[in-house]
């Protein structure tokens, strides 16, 4: 339901912006959309999030300022613009959706089990 891309290598400084497409249906009935990374042998940290109601962002602090979260929705997409990268963002970006309505019901939009949608994945891998 959730396919992401545009992942790669990039240096230290540099930028990326990823992509994930969702199927018309799917992407109507979210309220929010997500994007979290997992590098490895981490648990799965939450980066951004947009509330579709109202088109409110929410940030990880280790993001805040150098990534930014949109959406399109004519081509059911959100994106994520990542800038200024760092070694540290080195990870497997994957974008998850909320239909069920729990971030807005809960106010937790970076708890991964407020989501029942996951896509598969886009590695990010920054150099230094």
């Known amino acids: 339901h959730l396919v992401e891309s545009g992942g790669g290598a990039v240096q230290a400084g540099g930028s990326l912006r990823l992509s994930c497409v969702a199927s018309d249906r799917t992407f109507a009935s979210f309220k929010t959309m997500a994007w979290f990374r997992q590098a490895p042998g981490k648990e799965r940290e939450f980066v951004a999030a947009i509330a579709r109601s109202g088109d409110n962002t929410y940030y990880a602090d280790s993001v805040k300022g150098r990534f930014s979260a949109s959406e399109d929705n004519q081509e059911k997409t959100v994106y994520l613009e990542m800038n200024s990268v760092k070694p540290e963002d080195t990870a497997n970006y994957s974008c998850?959706?909320?239909?069920?309505?729990?971030?807005?019901?809960?106010?937790?939009?970076?708890?991964?089990?407020?989501?029942?949608?996951w896509g598969r994945g886009t590695q990010v891998t920054v150099s230094s």
């Open positions: 998850a959706g909320d239909s069920r309505g729990y971030t807005y019901a809960t106010g937790q939009y970076s708890s991964g089990h407020n989501y029942n949608y």
